[in-house]
């Protein structure tokens, strides 16, 4: 994610007090990790995956989902994110339990919070990919 930051970035058209970022489940980890290393104005995560630092180095299959003690780069990144931040939580997720999501609002309690109640992880109906687009759209407007 900072490598396609970076390139971002250095495209001449792009002002880099205005990019956002979003992701979902490893993407959403990977999204608040970023905000630690690179500037961002917005953040937004949905069914964010959260790992224990050492954890990461494996491959994604390979980790456990299970939050572990000690320092978290995911949670101290948001934690220190003072720009706009969403936390969008699939309802009926069965991949990322809802604990990883309230650990997320326990780090940044003034981050926006949404459930879309009846979606799951993979948003694989098209009424919850409008709606989590529609979010999207209306959280990164005016940026």
């Known amino acids: 994610m900072v490598a396609a930051y970076d390139r971002l970035v250095a495209e001449r058209d792009v002002d880099p007090g205005r ?8 993407g959403g980890y990977l999204a608040a990790v970023l905000t630690a290393r690179r500037p961002v ?3 937004a995560i949905r069914a964010p995956a959260l790992y224990a630092d050492a954890d990461v180095p494996l491959p994604p299959r390979a980790r456990s989902h299970a939050v572990g003690e000690g320092p978290n780069a995911a949670l101290d990144a948001v934690r220190a994110f ?4 969403l936390v969008v939580e699939s309802g009926r997720d069965t991949v990322v339990p809802a604990d990883m999501v309230h650990a997320y609002l326990g780090a940044a ?5 949404v459930v879309m109640a009846d979606a799951e992880h993979a948003l694989h109906e098209p009424a919850w990919r409008a709606e989590f687009l ?3 759209v209306d959280f990164f407007r005016g940026l």
Request: proline share 9%; aromatic share 8%.
């Open 41 to 43: 104005a917005r953040l």
């Open 109 to 113: 309690p003034r981050a926006r919070h």
């Open 82 to 85: 003072g720009g706009p931040f």
């Open 19 to 26: 990019i956002g970022v979003a992701g979902a489940s490893y």
């Open 134 to 136: 529609a979010l999207l």
